[in-house]
């Protein structure tokens, strides 16, 4: 008999928000922008050099990503996660170390990345999906809110440990809350889905439905969707990576700017945990494309026009909405279109794309700054890429019947 829906699943929930609230990102891009200047101050580098750190850490994504979807497809999530989560907490405790040299700052940043793999949001997603059917959206919602929630609260603990303590300090106390909260969490609290590598054949065949990867690769919606997500990370990531500077380049203060990350987080919580609901009831990429036109372009237009204090709020909570929706709605529309046959890889070859897009923005943005002076350019330019994504998501086909199978 199926498990889908089952109260069990909604502490796979927890235990994912937990888990996402501390993956990697939370330790390299959410808190980037906040120790731009620390970093700075201290070693003298420049904004597009450091900006090479976000860099690695996306063309680590990129390249990972599909080789951690397969293995979580062939050996299951837990077997990769938790050494993930244990090696990822060391990573973070040795950036700490950093001195003058800014190779060890990237390595660092590949270190934790790397070694975090398996902290990605498709392996979460990939246990939530075998644990939902009929409220799968608002399930992957609430749970891959976490990450919102870490990257509201990361900015503000990096800002005052920073103030308090110094920037060494960040990390260290980063590197504690890994170790012992999220390891214990994932080690113990975190379950495979029933039908997962080892549950019964009945559920094995559920588990079997959808499309193989190369079979998927084959379809026009494939492209659409890895065409889109790729256009919407150059745009998220070019605001997450450089908004705390370019708002202290406007004039607002250390902590202001940092509030307003905070704030892009706080919003990207309610985004993800709306989009989920949103797509229980309505069609998913409609409803991608409402949040891409109304959330992610609309802040950056402000950005693009000078928003600062309010306006700098507002445009920063409406990127945060589509930052939010972005993460769920990949997860969701993968499983809906392609079934949980390859879901790990194709999840995998996605969430790459976004990454390769956000690759490409943070070093963009910092060499247009350093060459110009300012961002305006580059938010223009960056608006009218991920509207042109907006519009691919919308042209997908309508829902395929998820028992079809290649042939």
Not at 84 to 104: K, P
Not at 304 to 326: C, I, N
């Amino acid at each position: 008999m199926s498990q889908m829906d089952s109260p069990r699943g909604w502490w796979n929930v927890g235990a994912a928000f937990i888990g996402l609230s501390l993956s990697y990102a939370m330790f390299t891009v959410f808190v980037f922008g906040t120790l731009v200047k620390p970093l700075q101050a201290e070693f003298g580098w420049g904004r597009a050099e450091m900006s090479f750190a976000l860099t690695v850490t996306n063309i680590t994504v990129v390249f990972g990503s599909p080789t951690i979807g397969l293995l979580v497809d062939r050996l299951g999530v837990k077997r990769l996660l938790i050494p993930s989560v244990a090696l990822m907490g060391i990573a973070v405790a040795a950036m700490s170390l950093l001195n003058s040299n800014i190779w060890f700052y990237y390595l660092g940043f590949f270190g934790i990345t790397f070694l975090g793999l398996g902290t990605l949001p498709l392996s979460y997603s990939r246990i939530l999906i075998g644990w939902f059917e009929r409220r799968r959206g608002l399930a992957l919602g609430v749970a891959l809110s976490g990450f919102g929630v870490g990257g509201a609260l990361a900015p503000e603990v990096a800002a005052t440990m920073t103030e308090l303590y110094g920037w060494r300090s960040v990390y260290q106390l980063f590197a504690v809350l890994v170790i012992f909260l999220a390891l214990p969490v994932s080690l113990f609290v975190l379950k495979e889905a029933p039908n997962g590598p080892g549950a019964s054949p009945q559920a094995a065949v559920e588990a079997e439905a959808g499309l193989n990867a190369s079979a998927a690769a084959r379809t026009r919606d494939y492209w659409l969707i890895l065409a889109s997500f790729l256009l919407v990370g150059i745009g998220i990531t070019s605001v997450l990576s450089h908004m705390v500077p370019m708002l202290m380049d406007r004039g607002m203060s250390f902590s202001a700017a940092a509030r307003c990350m905070s704030t892009l987080a706080v919003a990207l919580i309610f985004g993800r945990m709306l989009a989920g609901y949103l797509m229980d009831y309505f069609f998913a990429p409609f409803v991608t494309a409402a949040f891409i036109v109304f959330g992610l372009a609309g802040g950056i237009v402000l950005l693009a026009l000078g928003a600062v204090g309010t306006w700098a709020f507002v445009a920063a909570a409406l990127v945060g909405l589509a930052t939010g929706s972005e993460i769920s709605e990949i997860a969701y529309i993968v499983g809906r279109y392609f079934g949980q046959r390859a879901f790990g890889l194709i999840y995998g070859i996605m969430f790459g794309g976004f990454q390769l897009g956000s690759a490409v923005a943070a070093p963009m943005m910092g060499y247009y700054h350093d060459s110009h002076g300012d961002y305006i350019g580059a938010l223009w330019g960056i608006t009218a890429l991920v509207l042109l994504g907006a519009v691919l998501i919308a042209l997908l086909s309508p829902y395929p019947d998820k028992t079809r199978e290649s042939s």
